[in-house]
């Protein structure tokens, strides 16, 4: 089987990242459930009000080939979050980062960080990745400081891209390329050290 379609078991200091599994849906209703997350109307997350079929629809994702999403844990085990590998063309070689939420508790903690760490260096260097791309919602201002801090460059607005919740929904585009991995890198490894 194609590494573009096995989800690997991804580990770190700080997060685990391993498939998600169709029992892991009331593990992430609680991890949103830490900080009312799916309140967030610009948020992906504001879909978990029904676990299983937010779940099931990640999962069918990844059973077409479209997506590799993770459960988020911390080393003991606890999930607090999901994140995936997501829009993937193999042909073309470009993934994109996203669908990820964390509980408020490990927000602002190497979680992210590290998580962001992990999935560059599975996309760029066991997947040959010339591009991975990362969205965001034009509201969601903490999400872009967050991308922007990664080292990731920011490649433009798509104006009114989505209807979402009920509203009409423009997208930030960043991207990383391949060429900019090695810095990507050693910035995220700073940033890593700053969490100990």
Known sequence: MSRWRETPRLVGQHVVLRPLTSEDAPALAAAAGDGDLTELFFA??????????????????????????????????????????????EAHRRVEIGGTFYARAVQRTGVNTEAKLLLLGHA??????????????WFNKRSQAAI?????????????????????????????????????????EFLLRRHG
Not at 64 to 89: K, N
Not at 124 to 137: K, S
């Open 44 to 89: 992906n997350v504001s879909g978990l009000t029904d676990p299983d079929a937010f779940v099931a629809a990640a999962l069918r994702e990844r059973d077409f080939g479209r997506a590799l999403p993770f459960a988020v844990e911390t080393p003991d085990g606890r999930v607090v979050g999901l994140t995936r590998l997501m829009r993937m063309s």
């Open 124 to 137: 760029f260097d066991a997947l040959g990745c010339q591009v991975v791309q990362i969205r965001t919602d």
């Open 148 to 188: 922007e801090r990664l080292g990731a460059k920011r490649d433009g607005v798509l104006r009114s891209h989505q209807l979402f919740n009920g509203r009409v929904r423009d997208l930030v585009v960043y991207s990383i390329i391949a060429s900019e991995w090695p810095g990507v890198r050693t910035n995220i």
